[in-house]
């Protein structure tokens, strides 16, 4: 028994000296050098040599919070191939819990590449509170983001657990509750359970207007653009500043060329955040369905010059942009502006 111990003591020794050597090299190589291949090495070497020591280093906050891009990718992309959830770093986490505070804390805007390898990691680790998590960052993001299409492909990736509506963790009891579950049915592609999830959401608070916002989207998902038009409708009633109601409902009219109702919408929205690209693009879209070139590519370089993601239109070119978004992986399409 004293040579199985000192043997196990020396394998662990040895990850972790392998890991520490690793993440080191990482650091010098990211001066220079674009590491992705280096960090799939790493990983595929640590897979080999995986012990709860090398975990509990990986989780400590100098490499998982390190001031190089590339050390916290080798670091969060390897917790999650290793897929341990049971050893404990230094801060007391394991590692859904210590990717979860990278997760909710992240920029997403600033630093994606991290932000799509926590995702990747939390849903390779499997475990029954990554839904939750997912949820809870997805809600906080806008409906035109990239991670929220990146969440919702993993949702497709991992499968819900059979009783996930009755799990009594996830049991929910105030509207925001039921909104945060009818957003991980809707990414499951589970249409029926999510509507029920905004249905009883709007039953415990009238007034909650993310409820009627999400419901109208689901709504136009499915196509039911008039049913969807009276909860955007619903939503301003309750908040008239809300912007995604705004534009969801002012693309909807557009789509169905009512377009001075769609140009009240788009104006409105303008008013109300003139620093979004969104209602500049929109106002621009129907000044050119409507023949007003000038009008449509100044609108267009104002979006432009908000965002300059947003680029439609500059030098004076307006490109029509509204059609149908036929959805991807089997989700319903949107009408709408398309991306």
């Known amino acids: 028994m004293g040579w199985i111990d000192r043997e196990g003591r020396k394998q662990s020794e040895e990850s972790e000296a392998l890991t520490r050597i690793r993440l080191a090299k990482t650091e010098q190589k990211a001066l220079d050098w674009k590491p992705d291949s280096w960090i799939d090495a790493c990983v595929y070497e640590f897979l080999r040599h995986k012990t709860p020591a090398m975990i509990r280093l990986l989780l400590e906050p100098r490499y998982l919070d390190h001031r190089l891009q590339a050390v916290r990718l080798l670091a969060i992309q390897a917790l999650g191939r290793l897929g341990d ?3 404990v770093g230094p801060e007391g986490k394991d590692a859904v819990e210590a990717l979860a505070i990278r997760l909710r804390d992240i920029d997403l805007d600033l630093d994606p590449a991290i932000g799509e390898a926590l995702t990747d990691s939390l849903a390779l680790l499997g475990d029954s509170r990554v839904y939750e998590i997912l949820s809870s960052r997805l809600s906080r993001e806008p409906e035109s983001s990239e991670f929220r299409r990146l969440v919702q492909s993993k949702w497709r990736e991992i499968s819900l657990p059979v009783d996930f509506d009755r799990t009594p963790a996830l049991a929910p009891r105030t509207a925001s509750e039921f909104i945060s579950r009818g957003l991980l049915f809707e990414a ?5 359970r999510a ?8 039953e415990i608070d009238s007034r909650c207007a993310d409820a009627h916002v999400r419901k109208g989207r689901l709504l136009e998902a499915l196509k039911k653009s008039d049913d969807a038009l009276t909860e955007f409708s619903k939503t301003l009633e309750i908040d008239p500043r ?5 534009l969801a409902r002012g693309r909807l009219h557009f789509a169905a060329r009512r377009l001075r109702e769609a140009l009240r919408d788009a104006e ?3 008013s109300v955040v003139p620093a979004s690209a969104e209602g500049w693009l929109l106002r621009g879209e129907i000044r050119y369905g409507e023949g007003d070139l000038t009008g449509a590519a100044s609108d267009f370089e104002k979006a432009a010059d908000v965002d300059p993601r947003k680029s439609h239109g500059r030098g004076g070119r ?6 149908v978004d036929s959805g991807q992986d089997g989700a319903p399409g949107r009408h709408g502006l398309a991306a």
């Open 242 to 246: 809300n912007v995604d109601a705004s």
């Open 195 to 202: 509507m029920n999830d905004y249905d009883r959401a709007i």
């Open 318 to 323: 307006a490109h029509p942009r509204c059609g």
């Open 268 to 270: 409105h929205l303008i």
């Open 85 to 87: 959830v049971r050893t």
């Open 188 to 192: 499951a592609q589970d249409w029926f």
